[in-house]
């Protein structure tokens, strides 16, 4: 079983930055395929971006595209997610997760408790 953390959440204006990291530990990083996710309060939790373990990235075009960008230092068994031009419809609790690809839940198995990031107007 992947144990994940994330941190770097915290509060930031309008059109500021934040980024995210997500610490792996239990598995071959290098070899894992990673996923964000967030969940804003009285929503489902939606899929942000995804970097496989070969570098290919997808995004959740509609709500991110342009702003966030995934990258990965397998040195540090670490994810990120560089968050720039925040607007208060990114306030939501970031997940990191592995054991899937791409924006669907289901398949991945592994989650991170969280972290929180909220934009002020």
């Known amino acids: 079983q992947v144990q994940l953390a994330e941190s770097g959440g915290g509060l930031v204006q309008a059109g500021g930055s934040l980024r995210l990291s997500c610490a792996a530990s239990?598995?071959?990083?290098?070899?894992?395929?990673m996923g964000w996710f967030r969940q804003a309060p009285g929503k489902e939790r939606e899929f942000v971006a995804a970097?496989?373990?070969?570098?290919?990235?997808?995004y959740n075009d509609d709500s991110v595209k342009g702003r966030f960008t995934v990258s990965r230092d397998n040195t540090k068994n670490t994810v990120y997610l560089q968050m720039n031009s925040l607007k208060p419809e990114d306030t939501a609790v970031y997940y990191c997760a592995t054991g899937g690809w791409g924006p669907i839940e289901a398949p991945y198995d592994s989650w991170g408790q969280g972290t929180q990031v909220t934009v002020s107007s």
């Open positions: 970097l496989r373990w070969s570098g290919s990235t997808l």
């Open positions: 239990g598995a071959s990083f290098s070899l894992l395929n």
